[in-house]
């Protein structure tokens, strides 16, 4: 039975890559921290392990001890990051740095993987084409305008000059599903009766269902052709920032949307005084100026080409389906 590691286990996207490696019979493998919560990995056949990321040298200690005992990992899912800081630098030195921590610590140990995926960031590509709407493709090259992304493209670069393993990188667009919570904040909002919409033009915005996520994450681990190499990962469709908001209307059973667009201006102030309280609070908030950036984007419209062509990827969820799904899940657990 082969062995997968899969760190940041805990998260939302953690949990259905966790999900999908016991579907498929691995041995797994969550790599969490010790306070982190395990609501979610409650199946008895999960394996955890705690990696001390924030010391090289025990890293490495650690690993080989693993390795000593265990053997190597056949695959390592690096999903373990920040996507909100109160400090800027957190984003580096967790995304960055502890990315490379953890690529140095398995070769040192010999505790090298056959294949290292990395879950980044369709946002370490940078602003997209708002004049054409030319979709982003994955030979474009990475300007990212935010911390975030920019942090993200500091561990991808890592990653591609190492030659320890053969890598992956994942980049996927707005991923959503049971669990997730900006996008729920959405639904809560549009659930009372309000649609309210950054910017005077529409944004053209794309989706991933987590588990759609999670089969691709697998079928680029067992592609023995998928070495070296990144994807661009979204179901395929494009939406309007309107039409995302109806369909939830529509699925929530609201006949009446207050649809109402938000200067970027306002917005931008919104974000900025959210981001100050944050500090204020030593919490990191879903309105900050990295928010700002990615909600004034106009174009999330990616080239899924080479996940279809190369990978064989076929959505189960169009994003409908992927909806209906997640609020019903949100309305047994009483969230709605």
């Known amino acids: 039975m082969k062995k997968v590691l899969i760190t940041g286990a805990s998260g939302f996207i953690g949990g259905f890559l966790v999900e999908e490696s016991l579907r498929r019979g691995y041995e797994t493998w969550a790599g969490i921290r010790a306070g982190s919560s395990r609501a979610h990995l409650q199946d008895e056949r999960i394996r955890f392990i705690d990696l001390k990321y924030n010391d090289q040298a025990a890293l490495t200690e650690q690993l080989s001890a693993f390795s000593a005992r265990y053997g190597a990992w056949d695959y390592v899912i690096h999903n373990a990051g920040l996507t909100k800081a109160v400090d800027r630098r957190d984003f580096f030195r967790v995304n960055a740095g502890y990315t490379r921590c953890l690529i140095e610590g398995l070769a040192a140990a010999g505790c090298r993987p056959e294949k290292f995926l990395l879950m980044s960031s369709l946002g370490s590509y940078g602003k997209g084409d708002e004049k054409g709407f030319r979709p982003i493709c994955r030979d474009d090259g990475q300007t ?31 991923v959503y599903g049971p669990g997730e919570r900006d996008y729920f ?37 067992e592609n023995e052709a998928a070495r070296d190499r990144r994807y661009l990962v979204a179901d395929g469709d494009v939406y309007t920032d309107r039409a995302f908001s109806r369909m939830i209307g529509d699925i929530l059973g609201k006949r009446f949307l207050l649809h109402i667009r938000i200067p970027l201006g306002l917005v931008y102030i919104a974000c900025l005084c959210s981001e ?8 990191g908030m879903t309105l900050n100026g990295d928010k700002y950036t990615i909600l004034k984007q106009r174009n999330w419209i990616c080239d899924v080409t080479p996940l279809k062509e190369e990978l064989g990827f076929t959505p189960a969820y169009t994003l409908r389906q992927g909806l209906e799904e997640s609020i019903a899940w949100y309305r047994s657990r009483g969230w709605l």
């Open 144 to 174: 990212p305008d935010t911390d975030y992304g920019r942090s993200k493209l500091e561990a991808e670069k890592y990653l591609c000059s190492q030659s320890s393993f053969p890598y992956v990188i994942l980049h996927p667009t707005g």
């Open 185 to 221: 904040m959405a639904i809560k909002t549009i659930r009372s009766g309000f649609d309210p919409a950054t910017g005077l033009m529409p944004q053209r915005i794309t989706f991933i269902y987590v588990k759609d996520l999670a089969r691709v994450a697998f079928l680029a681990l």
């Open 276 to 283: 100050w309280i944050g500090r204020l609070a030593g919490k």
